[in-house]
């Protein structure tokens, strides 16, 4: 599948929503990020997070990679240099929100420390299974 042509206007619309700019420039600090990981850094819900990188991703703002049950991205390594220069400049400006999210990942420890945590969670199930339940 060919990688969209990211536009500026596009591009300006990925980054117009607070979740999806500090998804993004989160990304920009590290190299590849967990969806659980992102999830502990923004402080929302899965579901919440899922959707706003599948946008990011139908954009061509980003890549996903599947190991096992989890989904790691990245930003799209043939970004345009202008996209590059647009997010580097985005990500000095810090926004509070980033800056928080990046604070939250940095608390969690280090990238294998927070993918083994995050996957250990995962591996318990929510709710008890109770034989005769029909779901």
């Known amino acids: 599948m060919a990688t969209p042509v990211l536009t500026p206007a596009a591009l300006h619309r990925c980054l117009a929503d607070e979740t999806r700019l500090t998804l993004t420039l989160l990304l920009c600090a590290e190299s590849e990020l967990c969806v659980c990981e992102m999830t502990q850094a923004l402080a929302a819900p899965q579901p919440k997070i899922s959707r706003h990188l599948a ?13 096992g049950a989890w989904i790691y991205y990245r930003l799209e390594p043939t970004l345009p240099t202008w996209v590059s220069i647009i997010l580097e400049a985005s990500r000095d400006a810090a926004p509070v929100e980033v800056t928080a999210a990046c604070r939250r990942l940095g608390d969690a420890g280090a990238a294998s420390q927070r993918q083994a945590a995050c996957h250990a969670e995962s591996t318990t199930a929510p709710f008890p299974f109770i034989p005769g339940d029909s779901a």
């Open 55 to 67: 946008y990011l991703r139908r954009a061509g703002l980003l890549r996903g990679r599947r190991q």
